[in-house]
């Protein structure tokens, strides 16, 4: 099973940038959709952004134009830049993967704390 680990989360005021990481044990290349995902406190975990082998990416209707989600095949990386963040955007986040078929590619890790905060 690949192990995926999350990093780059911390403390940002409104307004500021963060950028969180995601590395994977084994390459990432072959992986149809690579993903960042979220859960606040009380809340289920959503999607933020997916991003597939083909280039395709897709955002949650509330980080459009804000969040940019990009991979290294050759780092077995993939990356969240997040702009103009919001005291909503508060959360652990995950990242995961899925083949063709929806099957996840790991279970889910610690992720990492967002927390946006004056």
């Known amino acids: 099973q690949v192990q995926l680990v999350e990093s780059g989360g911390g403390l940002v005021q409104p307004g500021g940038s963060l950028r969180v990481s995601c590395a994977a044990s084994r390459t990432i290349s072959s992986i149809h959709l690579m993903g960042w995902y979220r859960q606040a406190p009380g809340k289920q975990r959503e999607s933020v952004a997916t991003?597939?082998?083909?280039?395709?990416?897709n955002y949650a209707d509330s980080v459009k134009g804000r969040f940019t989600i990009s991979r290294d095949n050759a780092k077995n990386t993939v990356y969240l830049q997040m702009n103009s963040l919001k005291p909503e955007d508060t959360a652990v986040y995950y990242c995961?993967?899925?083949?063709?078929?929806?099957?996840?590619?790991?279970?889910w890790g610690q992720g990492t704390q967002v927390t946006v905060s004056s």
């Open positions: 991003l597939t082998s083909g280039g395709s990416a």
């Open positions: 995961n993967g899925q083949n063709w078929l929806g099957t996840w590619l790991s279970s």
